[in-house]
């Protein structure tokens, strides 16, 4: 099975804890990309990485923080700096330089912070 | 500032009614447009895109236009389902730095009612 995968779908933190979301894809997609969605707003950019081993900070990027140490997986860490953590968090891969760069999401995981 | 304005925010349908969903946008330069749909807690799916030089473009019941002069876009749902139901996001490619940067719409809510 082709795809890009998140887990968990669900996930509950107390205040001032740091958590990982996993993202994971077996689609050989050199780019892939971390977004926030919250109600009633567009996908915001928080990290993206073209390739191995480098990284990019988005239009959000402050709380968070990314590592690419292989090709297939680009785990989010929102950590306790982030102030308003709680929200819908989408990975998307594709392929890095691509004109119709169609970029496939994940399910996604909704972290809930307590 | 590039932007994307999506309407209306929300709208409901009966079954088997056809609808059409706007996007204007002010994203310079200009790659390509696209549509995509997300069902409520999934991840966004890519219905059709669009480059500059194209006006049309179809996927079964959705068809998608671009006007590039006045930056609009629009997508026609034709003989609405149930499971048409779902947030429709438009998202404009700008190049940059040999990739292409998105930016997302905050999206129009259909609702089909039986």
């Known amino acids: 099975d082709g795809g890009i995968t998140q887990s968990p779908k669900y996930l509950f933190r107390k205040e001032g804890q740091n958590v990982t979301l996993s993202c994971e894809q077996n689609l050989n997609h050199d780019a892939m990309y971390w977004y926030r969605q919250d109600p009633g707003q567009g996908l915001r950019l928080i990290y993206y990485?073209?390739?191995?081993?480098?990284?990019q900070k988005g239009d959000i990027a402050e709380g968070y923080s990314v590592s690419r140490e292989k090709k297939e997986s680009f785990p989010l860490t929102v950590t306790s700096a982030q102030k308003n953590p709680t929200a819908f968090y989408l990975c998307a891969s594709s392929i890095a330089g691509g004109f119709y760069n169609e970029q496939f999401f994940g399910p996604g995981t909704r972290l809930t912070v307590l | 500032k590039n932007q994307v304005e999506q309407s209306p925010q929300s709208l409901i349908i009966l079954e088997g009614k056809n609808c059409t969903l706007q996007?204007?946008?002010?994203?310079?330069?200009?790659?390509?447009l696209r549509w995509y749909k997300q069902d409520t807690g999934r991840g966004p799916v890519s219905l059709t895109i669009?480059?500059?030089?194209?006006n049309t473009k179809s996927n079964g019941r959705y068809t998608a236009t671009l006007d590039a002069d006045t930056k609009q876009s629009s997508l026609h749902i034709t003989a609405s389902q149930l499971s048409d139901s779902a947030s429709y996001i438009c998202v404009v490619s700008m190049p940059s730095g040999g990739s292409y940067i998105p930016t997302f719409g905050r999206g129009t809510s259909l609702i089909v009612h039986p």
């Open positions: 996007c204007n946008y002010t994203v310079s330069p200009f790659s390509n």
């Open positions: 669009m480059t500059f030089s194209e």
């Open positions: 990485s073209q390739i191995v081993n480098d990284f």
